[in-house]
């Protein structure tokens, strides 16, 4: 399971546990068998560090929506030239924001 398919399927849990609300889009969802659904999309939800990328800053105060974890990707550069870089995935534990709980991050100049 991709990161992207772990994120979304807790933003439907969580809105569904009214912890989170709704873009006030709507989306459609269809299974392995072709059944569609629609429903409401789901808040935004990223890590603290996807979140300051995104020129956002998270509130002071604020606690994780909820936490799970999700793939890591890492390369361990080479210590030879004749050598190839090491590549690794492995589950971390993130902690996520939802899309309320943060602010546009004041720019400095």
């Known amino acids: ?5 772990i994120i979304f399927d807790a933003r ?13 889009r709507i989306i459609v969802i269809e299974d392995g068998e072709g059944n569609k659904t629609q429903m409401p999309e789901p808040e935004e939800i ?5 979140w300051q990328k995104l020129g956002f800053q998270v ?13 890591k990707h890492t390369v361990k550069k080479a210590e030879k030239e004749d050598e190839e870089d090491k590549e690794n995935m ?4 993130s902690s996520f924001f939802s ?11």
């Open 12 to 24: 439907l849990k969580l809105m569904k546990d009214g912890k989170i609300g709704s873009t006030g």
């Open 99 to 109: 899309q309320s709980q943060v602010e546009v991050a004041n720019v400095k100049n």
């Open 1 to 5: 399971m991709t990161n992207e398919a």
């Open 46 to 50: 990223h890590t603290y560090t996807a």
């Open 59 to 71: 509130k002071r105060g604020q606690k994780a929506i909820d936490k799970f974890q999700i793939w």
């Open 90 to 93: 492995f589950m971390v534990t």
